[in-house]
């Protein structure tokens, strides 16, 4: 039997429950406004998603536990992309080599520090406010020369680094909002 904790079944079962009729009321059209999604009607709030889950400490909590184990044990970007020889030649200590955008804790930034000890240059977590001042706070180990900056992911980005990750975020991005000059991942020369 699967248990589910109550913060996360409050969160998601109304959201898979509205579906069917948010599917039904929007012509089983994308969803492009972050504040009318199977979230918002399934919980009956304006709010959207992350508003909604920066309030309830619950089950933001669970969300970042969530968020950081999701993907072990499997492969990242660090298992298939050679950093070290494809993006990392001459840089200094101020370049800018690795931005993680929506980053949560830091475990990519982390990762990234632990895999490239040697590589000069910095690397940046980007996460809402609420997300930097909990890292700030309480850092993970590791998160030694890791810088931060509060960022909303759905804003124009600010940075430009080497390479920006992107990792999970882009299934919450809508359409009016994945277009050129806002955030993507990217390669700069």
Not at 130 to 151: C, M, N, Y
């Amino acid at each position: 039997m699967l248990i589910v904790p109550p913060s996360r079944s409050d969160l998601v079962a109304p959201s898979f429950l509205a579906f069917p009729q948010f599917l039904r009321e929007t012509g089983y059209a994308n969803p492009i406004d972050p504040k009318h999604t199977p979230f918002n009607l399934g919980t009956r709030t304006e709010q959207t998603l992350f508003e909604w889950i920066k309030d309830h400490p619950d089950t933001l909590l669970h969300f970042n536990t969530w968020m950081s184990v999701q993907r072990d044990p499997r492969s990242t970007f660090l298992d298939v992309l050679p950093f070290d020889q494809e993006l990392a030649n001459g840089t200094d200590d101020d370049s800018i080599l690795f931005v993680d955008i929506g980053g949560s804790r830091g475990h990519q930034c982390i990762a990234f520090r632990k895999r490239y000890p040697h590589l000069r240059g910095r690397v940046i977590l980007q996460d809402l406010p609420h997300v930097i001042s909990q890292v700030k706070t309480d850092p993970l180990p590791g998160f030694e020369r890791i810088e931060t900056d509060a960022h909303d992911m759905f804003t124009p980005q600010t940075i430009k680094g080497r390479y920006s990750s992107l990792r999970c975020g882009s299934h919450y991005r809508t359409n009016s909002v994945r277009r050129p000059g806002l955030l993507l991942p990217q390669r700069v020369p």
